[in-house]
């Protein structure tokens, strides 16, 4: 039996389909869950009530479907295929006799229950097109009105979506009322269970770069680059930039005329300083460069280490180091080293006490007297390993040294270090650690004998650590490169993976080769 409804119901729907930017057939289905919902209040809640709406008259037809098996367990949505047979001579099991209800009045509680599962559909529809539309937005700047603030929290209106300013996304100390217009960097957009989540951010070191590219018609364009970008926002930001055609300048482009851009994104961060940094291909160029506004003497790279040591002179010192640090940390988030900036005068004590140090070690290992041992750092020897290992005419050509000398100086220099290498093993042995671990070349013997005593004994084990952990075990290592000693570590997993791929790959083609000639014989 077909139950009528007043044929507004589409209207409503067109209604609400146009004031909330949605499908008018996601708000028809709504409506259909909906009263489902309350038709099986009326009928029974074990019963299978299924509804429809005509998209083109409004009507509403309601059915009941009972379904065929060979174990009845629920009488009103279930029945023998003998029962079933008795309606439908032809019916088979598993398919479904339909049964027509009756139209009936809606009373109070069914219709607040139809409402409230079209509000529900309606919102979960609304949250779905805010993410299908801000998804692809992150990264991008978008403007909004500030709707409230709870806690700190920014809560930001984007025409028919709502989004959020956390209050550690915010400038410090920058005061917002509600109903300013605001601008925030898409940070992420997220669906959660409550909705889709709309996070916006003030702070972030790619807001700055998109305001520049708003800015700067040269950025937006391409014919400028930015490469990096690092914040301490409200107070201070260093920008690099780097343009292939010469005849640009990146900096004055960013400048603006008497500074006008650039003084435009300044107001916009609420006073926050920029440097504009000019990027380099030499790390070294880079680094002095990004250590603006102080001067630098000298850099000294470790690759390995992945520090840099910056020289700058007395008076430069404060300035390069910044208030708080800050110069120095921003420099840093740059360019990608850990810089460890000192003086002229510190530098120079602290070379006069490595000098002492590498002399101290030359005449006890090698007894021999201060002058001999400083002739040989004034050559470039630094290690013991170097004077034992180099070509011996490397030592007999230094002014002053014979070959006689230099044989008995690299002899020497061998015994000390072949009672180093059994000193170190009788270590090894005692704390336990395997040869595997021992002959690592990533790690020094001091760092293997400590991650010994702490119970990292084999290559496994340290392959196992995380980069973060491995800071707890070490001193002076970043989680950089804790993670890239622990990949080096991981290199003969992956090789036994590979092994034991390669293995199973060439016994399947045997078996398939040896299936094949079965075949044919």
């Known amino acids: 039996m077909v139950a009528s409804m007043k044929t507004e119901i589409l209207g409503v729907a067109d209604a609400v389909a146009r004031e909330k930017g949605i ?18 209040a009326k009928y029974g809640h074990d019963r299978d009530v299924r509804t429809q709406i005509n998209r083109q008259t409004g009507e509403i037809v309601m059915h009941a479907y009972r379904e065929v098996v060979s174990e009845v367990e629920n009488e009103s949505a279930e029945l023998t295929l003998v029962d079933a047979q008795r309606i439908k001579p032809d019916v088979k099991m598993g398919d479904f006799i339909v049964d ?4 009936f009045d809606f009373g109070r509680v069914a219709a607040q229950t139809a409402k409230q599962v079209i509000f529900q559909q309606v919102r979960e529809a609304e ?108 107070s201070r930001a260093k920008f690099s930039v780097y343009v292939s055609d010469k005849s640009i300048d990146p900096v004055g482009a960013c400048v603006g005329l008497r500074g006008s851009r650039v003084q435009n994104i300044v107001t916009e961060l609420q006073g926050e300083k920029v440097d ?72 120079s004590e602290r070379q006069q006490a490595e000098l002492k140090r590498v002399s101290s070690i030359f005449i006890e290992a090698m007894d021999v007297d201060d002058v001999i041992a400083h002739l040989l750092i004034s050559e470039g020897f630094k290690s013991m390993e170097e004077i034992a290992f180099v070509p011996v005419e490397d030592l007999a050509n230094i002014e002053g040294f014979e070959e006689e000398l230099a044989t008995e100086l690299q002899s020497r220099a061998k015994v000390y270090l072949e009672a180093q290498q059994t000193a170190f093993q009788e ?12 002959t690592f070349d990533a790690l020094t013997k001091e760092q293997i004998l400590e991650l010994g005593a702490k119970g990292i004994k084999t290559l ?39 092994a034991k791929k390669e293995a199973e790959e060439a016994a399947a083609k045997e078996v398939l080769e040896e299936s094949s000639e079965n075949s044919k014989a």
């Open 23 to 40: 499908d008018r057939e996601i708000i028809i289905s709504a409506m259909e869950v909906a009263i489902q919902k309350a038709s099986r």
């Open 427 to 438: 270590k090894l042995d005692a704390v336990g650690v395997t040869a595997d671990l021992a």
């Open 127 to 234: 949250r779905s097109k805010q993410f299908e539309e801000y998804k692809d937005r992150v990264g991008d700047i978008i403007s909004g009105v500030v709707k409230r603030i709870e806690f700190g929290n920014v809560m930001v209106e984007l025409g028919q979506a709502e989004a959020i300013i956390l209050r550690d996304q915010m400038i410090q100390r920058e005061a917002v009322r509600v109903g300013d217009r605001i601008r925030a960097y898409v940070e992420d957009v997220r669906l959660e269970p409550r909705g889709s989540q709309i996070f916006l951010s003030r702070t972030h070191p790619q807001f700055l770069a998109k305001l520049f590219s708003q800015e700067v018609p040269e950025i937006y364009d391409g014919q400028i680059e930015v490469k990096a970008v690092a914040r301490d926002p409200g």
């Open 100 to 103: 027509d209800l009756p139209p």
């Open 276 to 347: 504009i940094i000019p990027w380099s291909e030499n790390p070294a160029v880079f680094i002095v460069n990004a250590m603006v506004p102080a001067e630098v003497s000298k850099v000294v790279l470790d690759e390995e280490a992945g520090k840099v040591d910056v020289i700058v002179p007395d008076d430069q010192l404060s300035l390069a180091i910044g208030r708080r640090g800050q110069n120095v940390r921003l420099a840093s988030i740059l360019t990608g080293w850990k810089l460890d900036v000192s003086s002229e005068s510190q530098e």
């Open 460 to 498: 496994d084990d340290f392959a196992d650590l995380a980069g973060d952990e491995l800071v707890d075990y070490l001193d002076n290592v970043s989680v950089r490169q804790g993670n890239e000693m622990i990949m080096k570590a991981r290199e003969h997993w992956f090789a036994e993976e590979d």
